[in-house]
């Protein structure tokens, strides 16, 4: 199974969601694909807008390969599930995203050897086809940074208790 | 930034994030003074800045917490959220937005403001620095080598501004810092209580 997701941005993403309808109606796999607020549909998936957090999760884990788009909380949850990652970046010259910097998110991807970034999208049923190993030891750095937060809480804590 | 409201406390000295410096565990042993449980106004977009948001709960365990988001399937699962129409650019709606925001903050009195991001935190900011709650700002992490538009006003007036890129924390200056991320998996230098005095610089 292909799991496809656009996020919860509110422009459209006619490009990514396009041309995975073809690749969907070219192949006896199953592709299911969350598509978001934009108007698009495709007619050979599977498809919805959003489904709760767990659901989302759950098929992640499921999926052979994972296709999204480069945000944040679509690549994390993708890396978290350590399937293999194809992220294709909204770019602003397709009117997809206000500004360029899911580019930026997508080559960190790509350098860090996450996933495989897709730039001209008639790449992407090749990268389907042969998708990039899975990055199996992803561990983020995120206990620190939850140690300092909380630190940093604690702290404001500390001063309502002084002014009490 | 000194905590805003923080600054007319003796203990602290008037120069810029000294407050942060104090090690506030010998403190407690020298003073007697307790933690006392925070409201946290938790501010964020929908999407990937929820998605942080939630991951960073973990810091606020025992705190009371709201949320102040835009109305989306994702936000309206929320238990304690205050839900805007999402029309960031707008600026008629940034003024109702300070509005809607000074009757939450007068009602729950928040003491401190921590935000993922996106623009939603400016109208945030300009509300908690009228109460005087401190705020927090996390990058983010879809910003790796160039900061956002909010990141840029945040670095300034946020009293902890974290990246969550090493290479980022480069580009903004002293004010940013790497304490770890939620996406990359490079561990920061330092040790937690060590960044407190990484602000000082």
């Known amino acids: ?164 | 930034m000194i905590p805003w409201g923080a600054v007319q406390s003796p203990v602290y000295s008037n120069e810029r994030c000294n407050a942060w410096s104090i090690d506030w565990n010998t403190m407690r042993e020298s003073t007697g003074i307790e933690c006392r449980p925070l409201t946290i106004c938790l501010a964020c977009s929908h999407g990937g800045h929820l998605t942080e948001m939630l991951q960073l709960l973990d810091a606020i365990e025992g705190h009371t917490c709201f949320y102040f988001c835009y109305d989306a399937s994702t936000t309206r699962s929320l238990s304690d959220a205050y839900l805007v129409p999402n029309m960031a650019r707008n600026p008629v709606e940034f003024v109702r937005n300070l509005g809607r925001l000074y009757t939450v903050f007068r009602l729950r009195k928040p003491d401190l403001v921590i935000s993922t991001g996106a623009e939603i935190a400016l109208p945030v900011l300009v509300i908690a620095m009228i109460f005087g709650a401190p705020m927090f700002y996390v990058e983010c992490g879809a910003q790796v080598v160039s900061p956002s538009f909010t990141g840029r006003i945040m670095y300034w007036m946020a009293n902890r501004f974290y990246v969550q890129w090493p290479e980022l924390a480069k580009r903004y200056g002293p004010r940013a810092f790497y304490a770890g991320s939620l996406i990359d998996e490079t561990m920061p230098e330092t040790a937690p209580q060590q960044i407190q005095e990484h602000l000082l610089r």
């Open chain 1, 1 to 164: 199974m292909i799991y496809v997701t656009v996020g919860t941005m509110f422009l459209d993403f006619p490009r990514l969601i396009r041309k995975m309808d073809e690749i969907a109606a070219a192949t006896d796999e199953k592709v299911i694909m969350q598509k978001g607020m934009g108007s698009e549909t495709p007619t050979h998936c599977e498809w919805f807008d959003f489904r709760p957090y767990d659901e989302v999760v759950d098929l992640q884990r499921e999926a052979r390969v994972v296709v999204c788009h480069a945000g944040i909380g679509c690549v994390c949850d993708a890396l978290r599930a350590k399937r293999p990652l194809i992220v294709v970046p909204r770019q602003k010259r397709f009117n997809e995203h206000t500004n360029d910097h899911q580019l930026e998110l997508a080559r960190a991807v790509q350098e860090r050897d996450w996933g495989r970034m897709i730039l001209d999208i008639n790449d992407l049923e090749g990268a389907c086809r042969n998708p990039p190993p899975a990055y199996e030891n992803y561990s983020p750095a995120r206990s620190p940074l939850v140690a300092d937060l909380r630190q940093a809480v604690q702290f404001v804590a500390e001063l309502k208790g002084r002014r009490c």
